[in-house]
């Protein structure tokens, strides 16, 4: 038992990085990227759910399949863009800190 053993956990966080300063315009790019990403996906997912409705009408005998497709469809497209408002509002977080790091203050007056 001389030997640590290491635990695997589900996120991993290097120690090396722990005291290096962070890097703004990096992660505000990286959730650029990623709110980009999650509006395809929605756009995707959403013209899926409207193929799935198409579908419906069209074939009458396997309407309920095609029906059930498109709520699944529609709630995916719901949850991507709620994602989406997610990223938009961390990469926002991000490039506040980033100016709050370099001396660039807001005065809000209302």
């Known amino acids: 038992m001389a030997e640590e053993k290491q635990h695997h ?3 991993h966080h290097n120690k090396e990085d722990e005291g290096k300063p962070v890097d703004y315009i990096k992660e505000e790019k ?3 990227r990623r709110e980009h990403l999650g509006e395809l996906g929605a756009a995707a997912v959403g013209a899926y759910a409207l193929h799935e409705k198409h579908k419906a009408k069209k074939d009458p005998e ?3 399949t095609h029906k ?3 709520e699944v469809a529609a709630a ?3 949850g991507a863009g709620g994602y989406v408002f997610h990223e938009h509002h961390e990469k926002k ?3 506040k800190e980033e100016e709050e790091a370099h001396g660039k203050k807001h005065h809000h007056l209302f």
Do not use: G
């Open 76 to 78: 995916v497209a719901v």
């Open 62 to 64: 396997h309407a309920h």
């Open 30 to 32: 990286e959730h650029k």
């Open 93 to 95: 977080e991000a490039k």
């Open 68 to 70: 059930i497709k498109e």
């Open 9 to 11: 956990h589900l996120f």
